[in-house]
């Protein structure tokens, strides 16, 4: 089991005839099941061509259409990315992950007021992943982004993180220590963006097949002691956590476009703080989250 995605999910790329679009499907698709699962492409210009084998179609909701494709991921550029996301919500479909960096904030603003109001007028849910994220995986299974395959080791421990390349190290501190992953979810570092820490993390408490998880957060916002306050209520499962930048200095913004610290509860040392009083294992060291793991399971 896995949470999101599976080796029966199938695949929109959106952007897929561009540089990045090009060579992350083609990786994607020489992963485990990865042949089936990437199934359409589009490119409005280009309809009717194929790539990789993979047809391309004028829009999202054709692509939907003819090959009963449920997921789409984006690596449309950032000025086109917010109206690419509006596409696959407007053809209903389960989930877009868009990978492009760098999307205007008003734009995130406009397609997540859209999406809200979608919503509300009883039209369907499309769950967003991202944007600047690198994607999420089912190790053996299906991955979708960009995140390196051969790190990855099926098993039973779930992965969640602000940062891509902190996701990677724990995927990799894990299978080293012969732990396997049931799903690694990269849900970026953008201010504006999809699924937070508290939705992958209610995923994973519902999710038979994953037995311990690895939350992995950052300076900035109010996300990780939102999870931290569900999870010490919800949560059945030993966790780790880790938040990255217990060294940034406040009022600076550092690296992520989310991670600005206004003082107070979103530093660093706050939110460590927030997650051990929730009952996390916590560690202010990220070379020991695989370890740590390991002694709770």
Known sequence: MSIYINKDTRVITQGITGKTGQFHTEKCQEYANGKNCFVAGVNPKKAGEKIFDIPIFASVKDAKQQTGATVSVIYVPPAGAAAAIWEAVEADLDLAICITEGIPVRDMLEVRNRMKQKEAS??????????????????????????????????????????????????????????????????????????????????????????????????????????????????????????????????????????????????????????????????????EMGRILKSLI
């Open 122 to 287: 009883g039209g369907k849910k499309t769950l967003l992943l991202g944007p600047n994220c690198p994607g999420l995986i089912t190790p053996d299974e299906i991955k979708i982004g960009i995140m390196p395959g051969h790190i990855h080791k099926k098993g039973r421990v779930g992965v969640v993180s602000r940062s891509g390349t902190l996701t990677y190290e724990a995927v990799a501190q894990l299978t080293e220590l012969g732990i396997g992953q049931s799903s690694a979810v990269g849900i970026g570092g953008d201010p504006i963006n999809g699924l937070k820490h508290i939705d992958v993390m209610q995923a994973f408490n519902d999710d038979p097949d994953t037995d311990a998880v690895i939350m992995i957060g950052e300076i900035g916002g109010p996300d990780e002691a939102d999870a931290a306050r569900w999870c010490k209520d919800n949560m059945k499962k030993p966790i780790v956590g880790f938040i990255a930048g217990v060294t940034a200095p406040p009022g600076k913004r550092m690296g992520h476009a989310g991670a600005l610290i206004s003082g107070g509860a979103d530093t660093a040392e706050a939110k460590l703080a927030i997650m051990e009083e929730c009952g996390f294992r916590i560690t202010r060291n990220p070379s």
